[in-house]
């Protein structure tokens, strides 16, 4: 059982830059992989960007490469997610979320999901 929360979402100007943190809560939280997700109003939840349990692999959806960076702390039991070059489509709730073992960039994989974190970008 692993217990989720997002912080460090807020309103920032496009091209500016932000970094959403999610703490997790539980046992064995460096067997997890860990992915951001995010939803715009009336869309579907996208995936965002994953990190492997060990942090050996990354991977990214290519409407933030290049842009987002995704990391993880396992002695601290975080990870975050650094965003930079926003843009106006970037506005969405971001949401981090832990699956046991492998990456997968399948929303419906995940078992655990934090509150998520409203994040606004203005033009």
């Known amino acids: 059982q692993v217990q989720l929360v997002e912080s460090g979402g807020g309103l920032v100007e496009a091209g500016g830059s932000l970094r959403l943190s999610c703490a997790a809560s539980?046992?064995?939280?460096?067997?997890?992989?860990m992915t951001w997700f995010r939803q715009r109003p009336g869309k579907e939840r996208d995936f965002v960007a994953t990190?492997?349990?060990?942090?050996?692999?990354?991977y990214y959806a290519d409407s933030v490469k290049g842009r987002f960076t995704i990391s993880r702390d396992n002695a601290q039991n975080t990870v975050a997610l650094q965003m930079n070059s926003l843009k106006p489509e970037d506005t969405a709730v971001y949401y981090c979320?832990?699956?046991?073992?492998?990456?997968?960039?399948?929303?419906?994989?995940?078992?655990?999901w934090g509150q998520g974190t409203q994040v606004t970008v203005s033009s």
């Open positions: 979320a832990a699956h046991w073992g492998v990456v997968s960039t399948t929303a419906s994989d995940y078992n655990y």
């Open positions: 539980g046992r064995a939280f460096s067997n997890y992989a």
């Open positions: 990190i492997s349990y060990n942090g050996g692999k990354t």
